[in-house]
């Protein structure tokens, strides 16, 4: 039996696409969705120190992406 990846690990995965000029990123995305779906999670948390464009014009597109995809984001509060 595989087991399906975490939550935490589909965030990993998209930070690392995310410094990989996005590759993959709808796949972790899903990944993503399904891990949240299975946990009854309703948002994903993701820190915004760890992204690309730690901006604000970064972090509205970044959620806008997800949104579109059915993935609510929230981001960490900043140190």
Known sequence: MVSEPTVADATNR???SLQA???DIDV???VLKAGMARTGLKEAVFDP???VQNNRSGRK???AYFRQRGVTVKFSAFS
């Open 61 to 63: 597109l970044m959620q």
């Open 49 to 51: 120190a760890r992204l």
């Open 14 to 16: 998209i930070y690392e």
């Open 28 to 30: 972790h995305i899903a």
């Open 21 to 23: 000029n996005n590759a």
